[in-house]
């Protein structure tokens, strides 16, 4: 139930299941128990009120749509990180949360895929290929998954129940574990790479590759693909870590003036600086997410020039009446801008 003035609605955890020592799931239903509406793959977008600092962050959903009447996401700890152990050590059943709409382009619907599908993940990007799979599964989709996750060890596999549930319960659903350190026979002892993918796919290089984890575990997983002769067309990932380089972009001195009017702000803005970190660093409160232009949470109405990269989850009515995504626009003229 958003509002014109408010993209977030409430959630209710209503039930949390601690998968590791860092790793928990968190169930919510809607205040009206009215159906998500979401599509595999896709994420929330949660505030979250830190010792009184709004934080804004994307949890993948790890339910499947096909249930709607809860979802799921599953979060793992950062090290030192300001939210996922704030809700891991808070979160519970009865808490609320508010949340923005599920978006996110990382599904089965808007990217090509075939009927053969590897879902590699590590770590916490489980979450998203954990939605397809039960997706697919539930749906009894005609599709043969070959799952396989990667972790540390076995106290670190995240929704293993799950995953066993699953290789048990459907013949075209197959699941590889592969842990640094493992006792357990049915577990692959290593790290992947280019004998063990060539070992576990010796054949079918059309096979479609969803893909989600931490970058140096994507990045080898995208070389092993590409080296092995898979189509890359038929290549997805998701990263869960804002890219470095969007960061990184130098000055060129060139600067323009922006107004924000609404909070009494005016500043320059370098044409290389995206307007997001501008509006942040001007004191202007822009809710941003995943900042690298899909989420949809730093939207901003732009009265003047802009370069935009990204126009993700904007509509083309938004588009014509001026909004942008900040994080994913730069000024090429003096700008006006409405939050
Ligand atoms: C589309 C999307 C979906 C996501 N889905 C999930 C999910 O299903 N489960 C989940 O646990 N997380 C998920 N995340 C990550 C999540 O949004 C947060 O970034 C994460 O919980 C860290 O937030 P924090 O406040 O604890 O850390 P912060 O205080 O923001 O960061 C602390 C430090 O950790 C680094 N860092 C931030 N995120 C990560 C990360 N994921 N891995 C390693 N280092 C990091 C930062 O660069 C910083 O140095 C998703 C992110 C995106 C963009």
């Known amino acids: ?22 790793a928990a799931t968190f169930e919510f239903k809607k205040i009206d128990d009215s159906l998500f509406e979401y599509k595999a793959g896709q994420f929330l977008t949660f505030e979250v009120d830190v010792a009184g600092e709004l934080e804004y962050r994307a949890y993948s959903l790890s339910s499947t749509p096909s249930k709607p009447q809860t ?7 950062v090290a030192g990180g300001k939210v996922s152990n704030y809700l891991l050590d808070n979160l519970q059943a009865g808490f609320a ?32 290929c954990m939605s397809m799979a039960r997706w697919l599964l539930d749906t009894q989709q005609q599709v043969n998954i070959h799952f396989i996750y990667s972790a540390r060890s076995e106290a670190d596999v995240i929704m293993a129940d799950t995953l066993d549930a699953l290789n048990e319960q459907y013949d075209n659903f197959s699941l590889t ?3 640094e350190q493992t006792d357990n026979p049915n577990d692959i002892q290593g790290m992947l790479d280019a004998p063990l993918f060539e070992k576990l796919i010796p054949d079918n290089r059309g096979r479609t590759i969803f893909t989600c984890g931490p970058a140096p575990y994507m990045q080898a997983v995208e070389h092993l693909a590409e080296s092995m002769g898979f189509d890359m067309a038929l290549f997805h990932k998701e990263s869960f870590v804002p890219e470095a380089a969007d960061n990184e972009t130098s ?37 941003s997410a995943c900042r690298t232009g899909f989420c949809g949470a ?25 909004y942008v995504l900040s994080c994913s626009a730069k000024a090429s003229s003096d700008l006006v801008v409405e939050i």
Do not use: H
Not at 1 to 22: G, H, K, V, W
Not at 111 to 118: K, R
């Open 97 to 128: 949360l508010p949340a923005m709409a599920p978006a996110g382009e990382f599904t089965l619907e808007d990217n090509q895929s075939t009927t053969e599908l590897l879902l590699m993940s590590a770590g916490s990007g489980i979450t998203p």
């Open 298 to 322: 730093c939207k901003c109405k732009v009265t003047g020039e802009v370069q935009s990269s990204s126009q993700e989850t904007l509509t083309a009515e938004q588009i014509e009446q001026g």
């Open 251 to 287: 000055e060129s001195g060139v600067n323009y003036q922006v107004a924000a009017p609404q909070y009494g702000k005016n500043f320059v803005v370098d044409e290389n600086q995206s307007l997001l970190d501008a509006l942040e660093a001007a004191g202007v409160p822009i809710i």
């Open 177 to 179: 574990r592969i842990l």
């Open 71 to 77: 979802a799921a996401v599953t979060i793992k700890r």
């Open 1 to 22: 139930m958003q509002t014109e003035s408010s993209p977030f609605e409430p959630l209710i955890c209503i039930n949390r299941i601690d998968e590791t020592a860092d």
